[in-house]
């Protein structure tokens, strides 16, 4: 049983502590911080399961489509080597950063499979069972990258995302800027390809608040509704935080959130039987 978590290294709720000895990519880990409390919050809890943490630094997104390739394959490597003699696997990342760090995997192990490599089949048809974020995902646009990096300005100079987001023409500009950049090296066209490998055919839990400044609860709840087309209404599970901001529900509502994430994955990590990709929607059937 494994799951692998991702997330930013960096952001307005602190920095991400991880022991080195449990991390499965290069580079170390700071020693402190909301990310790694969340993550360290399963940590021993159930017997057998390995949590491997994987990376992905703050404007990785922004650098060429060939390094955003390469970084996909790199990310898909150490994800298949995490999960090799793990019986399930579970997916697990916040905000909008680690969402795209959890494409790029898939992204990844859908090339080596289609290259004819075995353990990115098994990983894609057999082991991958379950998927949860925390105030994640949405589809990467213009307007969202600007809601959420002049939110996440303001809240690191201790000002109200409100106060940034309604000065005259900051928006706009921002809006502007991302949509010029997006616009270079079919980084558009990558994040819609992106956003179309989150939809996976397995049950998703989705941690979220509407008080979120960063990422709307709306698109959060929009990427459900999406899902729930596809496979059905029970293959999403909301879990609704009220009062907490941006990948902060863990450190608010610790006992809510241990509660809610144990029970997702006990249920879907736990299973035997067929799970995976492979299974088509059956995964998502009976919730």
Not at 114 to 126: C, I, T
Not at 180 to 197: I, K, S
Not at 211 to 234: C, K, N, T, W
Request: glycine share 12%.
């Amino acid at each position: 049983r494994l799951e692998l978590a991702s997330g930013s290294s960096d952001g307005p709720w602190g920095r991400l502590a991880v022991p080195r000895r449990c991390c499965s990519t290069a580079g170390s880990a700071p020693a402190s911080g909301t990310w790694g409390r969340t993550v360290d919050c399963w940590r021993g809890r159930r017997p057998g399961r390995r949590v491997a943490p994987h990376i992905l630094p703050p404007g990785a997104f922004f650098q060429s489509r060939k390094a955003i390739e390469r970084r996909s394959q790199a990310l898909a490597a150490a994800a298949l080597a995490a999960s090799a003699g793990a019986r399930n696997v579970g997916l697990f990342a916040l905000s909008g950063n680690g969402a795209v760090a959890v494409a790029l995997v898939l992204r990844g192990v859908e090339e080596r499979a289609s290259a004819g490599d075995d353990d990115a089949k098994v990983f894609l048809e057999r082991q991958l069972r379950a998927a949860a974020y925390d105030s994640a995902p949405l589809r990467v646009a213009p307007p969202v990258l600007a809601t959420g990096f002049l939110s996440m300005a303001a809240l690191k100079v201790g000002l109200e995302p409100s106060r940034v987001l309604d000065a005259a023409g900051a928006r706009v500009s921002a809006e502007a800027a991302f949509g010029a950049l997006m616009g270079v090296g079919g980084r558009d066209r990558l994040c819609d390809q992106l956003y179309e490998t989150l939809h996976l055919p397995v049950p998703h839990l989705l941690l979220y608040s509407k008080v979120d400044a960063v990422i709307p609860a709306d698109l959060v709840l929009s990427f459900a509704e999406e899902q729930r087309q596809r496979y059905g209404p029970s293959s999403v599970q909301l879990e609704e935080f009220h009062g907490s901001g941006h990948v902060a529900h863990y450190r608010h509502f610790p006992e809510q959130y241990r509660a809610a994430v144990d029970a997702f994955f006990d249920r879907t990590l736990e299973e035997d039987g067929g799970g995976g990709m492979g299974a088509g929607g059956r995964a998502c059937e009976g919730g």
